[in-house]
């Protein structure tokens, strides 16, 4: 009898063991686990499935769970039974794989997986090949435009097909721009592709800067450099990208005789990369969306100067691979001051 007694407290233990781990696993679980029985009244459910579908196992036990999740894709999915697939719900802003399993009889489980993540990258994905197909079409248009007038007109005087040929090319370069942008983006996004930080001479790099600034002005804007900061460590390609792509908005932004000044300080949050100009400035419910891909406050001006409207976007991946930040400034009529602040540990030591 002391034995069997004795057995019988050790299964017992083995059990709640068993059982205690079993909970903590379910509680850990990513995926929504809600155990109802045979009419839908709540037993026990995980905390993902409190926060998928905002239960609260301590006030909700015993309700009914239809009465809780209030969904009119979810009431569907109950009267009409078909468990063998799953559905497809929006809940609470959050986009939800929902799949109820029939077990022992009187009772059931509801699963739950979160795709809020996935979907707004495959909507990202969606938009940026609708809008890239879209970019590339206006130029294509034109240049085969231009090729049915060259083949049905064969005898057009050379003037005129200098100038087709011109616009031709302007169309193919804008093309070739476009390519560039994207395959830089796809680049800076790819995990293949790990920074490998270097020594950047920023005083030759802003150098440089400043001299192709000055070459796009021709001659239009005031252009200066104020150099006092020190070095960083980096990806010198992507850094010098970044910055040109900055200091190239501030000269096509910015009407003839406009200012503009590009500064490298060393603050005490770390290195900083400053270009402001006097130029047409922006509007502030653009600003938090300027960095979007092909997000453009004005599309004529944008394509008027060479703009693919991936600029800004580049730059927000360079600057989140070198944990920098970009802020923005901005007054229309009055000019804009865009600041890149690198951390502390960017400076390169001695
Ligand atoms: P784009 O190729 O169109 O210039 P960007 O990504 O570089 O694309 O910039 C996005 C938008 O931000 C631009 O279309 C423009 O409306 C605005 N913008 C960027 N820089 C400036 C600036 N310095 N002054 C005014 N507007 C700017």
């Known amino acids: 009898m002391y034995k069997l007694r004795r057995g019988d407290e050790k299964n017992q233990a083995e059990l709640t063991e068993w059982l205690a781990r079993f909970r903590q696993a379910m509680t850990l679980l990513p995926d929504g686990v809600v155990i109802m029985d045979d009419v839908l009244f709540l037993e026990w459910c995980n905390p993902s499935a409190e926060h998928h579908l905002g239960l609260s196992l301590a006030q909700d036990k015993g309700m009914r769970v239809t009465n809780l999740v209030r969904s009119p894709e979810f009431m569907d999915y109950i009267i009409l039974g078909r468990y063998e697939t799953p559905l497809t719900l929006s809940f609470r802003d959050r986009k939800l794989i929902a799949h109820i399993i029939p077990f022992e009889n009187r009772r059931q489980i509801l699963v739950t997986h979160d795709v809020t993540e996935s979907e707004r990258i495959d909507m990202m994905r969606r938009d940026f090949i609708a809008n890239a197909s879209h970019e590339l079409r206006t130029p294509l248009t034109v240049i085969n435009g231009f090729l049915e007038i060259a083949a049905m007109q064969p005898d057009l005087d050379t003037q005129t097909r200098t100038a087709h040929l011109k616009l031709m090319t302007e169309q193919g370069e804008r093309m070739q721009r476009l390519v560039d942008d994207m ?30 600034a000055n070459a796009l002005s021709a001659g239009r804007h005031q ?23 900055l200091v190239t908005n501030a000269i096509r932004y910015t009407p003839e005789n406009g200012a503009i000044q590009i500064r490298w300080i060393t603050s005490g949050q770390g290195p900083k990369f400053i270009v402001q100009d006097n130029g047409i400035g922006i509007k502030a419910e653009h600003i938090s969306r300027l960095t979007e891909r092909f997000y453009r406050v004005d599309k004529s001006r944008s394509r008027e100067t060479q703009g693919t409207g991936l600029g800004l976007a ?37």
Do not use: W, Y
């Open 183 to 212: 395959l830089t983006l796809t680049r800076l996004e790819s995990v293949d592709h790990p920074l490998r930080p270097e020594r950047i001479n920023m005083r030759a790099l802003l150098e440089q800067i400043l001299q192709e």
């Open 223 to 245: 252009i200066s450099l104020d150099f006092q900061g020190t070095d960083i460590r980096g990806s010198a390609d992507e850094v010098r990208s970044a910055l040109t792509n």
């Open 314 to 350: 580049i730059v927000k991946h360079v600057l989140l691979r070198h944990n920098a930040n970009l802020l923005i400034e901005s007054t229309p009529g009055v000019g804009s001051k865009f600041c890149v602040q690198f951390p502390a540990t960017a400076a390169a030591v001695e």
